[in-house]
């Protein structure tokens, strides 16, 4: 079973539409962290955001917002207004302790972002 | 801060050659990963090191793939014989402690292409 999902393999908007990215994850972990990474066209991930499973409050910074829900196992990433900058490639991952003590980080398959002009 | 730098950004070889592949983590990182993303899929953990010792390998091909950090900065994943199926991204990340709430700081990647 995969551990995080992402059921959203493509989505196209237009220019200044609002998109919400789906994630779902799995874990047994009490204690773990989320994380949405964007990769651009150019290949680097760059680290967007995190949530700790036990903050569940919701928040807002700038044209990006979260919606994190433990009852569903979901960790939902939106943009408001898009702009074609954010065209990229965006990845869902969950982050818990592996048998060591040390952080074991599983990474979706991603959702193809395409902001139409 | 410098970023995550990786060497080289591109690599064709032929079936059955060896190639490798240089990481140079964030100063002062003490854990670094090396995931491959294969065209069209997520990054995957290939091996994973806190300071020079391996904390997580249960994902590389050790028949094939070796990984090693000496001194616990630079860190070198080598591919000895290649096949078809290593075609893919090779990404090194970083991050500072290895603690389940370190974001991991990516380079820009080593796209290997076995012909």
């Known amino acids: 079973a995969q551990k995080v999902t992402q059921a959203q393999t493509e989505i196209s908007v237009v220019e200044k539409e609002d998109v919400t990215l789906d994630c779902v994850y799995e874990?047994?972990?009490?204690?773990?962290?989320l994380f949405w990474y964007k990769q651009p066209p150019s290949g680097e991930l760059v680290f967007l955001i995190r949530?700790?499973?036990?903050?569940?409050q919701n928040e807002i910074s700038g044209r990006y917002s979260w919606n994190f829900q433990k009852s569903t196992s979901s960790f939902n990433f939106t943009i408001t207004a898009s702009q074609v900058v954010d065209s990229a490639v965006y990845f869902c991952a969950l982050s818990e302790q592996n048998s060591g003590g040390y952080q074991k980080v599983t990474f979706g398959t991603g959702t193809k972002l395409q902001v139409i002009p | 801060e410098a970023g995550v730098a990786q060497s080289p950004r591109y690599k064709i070889i032929e079936k059955r050659q060896s190639v490798a592949f240089w990481c140079n983590p964030i100063?002062?990182?003490?854990?670094l990963y090396w995931y491959q993303q294969i065209l069209g899929q997520g990054p995957k953990l290939l091996i994973q090191?806190?300071?020079?010792?391996?904390?997580?390998d249960s994902q590389l091909p050790k028949d094939r793939f070796s990984a090693e950090r000496l001194k616990g900065v630079d860190s070198t994943l080598k591919i000895q014989p290649a096949k078809l199926e290593d075609s893919a991204v090779y990404l090194c990340?970083?991050?500072?402690?290895?603690?389940?709430?370190?974001?991991?700081?990516f380079g820009n990647g080593t796209r290997l292409t076995v012909t």
């Open positions: 090191f806190q300071n020079n010792g391996v904390v997580d």
């Open positions: 874990t047994r972990d009490t204690t773990y962290y």
């Open positions: 949530r700790n499973s036990f903050d569940e």
């Open positions: 100063s002062g990182h003490a854990t």
């Open positions: 990340a970083s991050s500072l402690q290895g603690t389940n709430n370190s974001p991991l700081h």
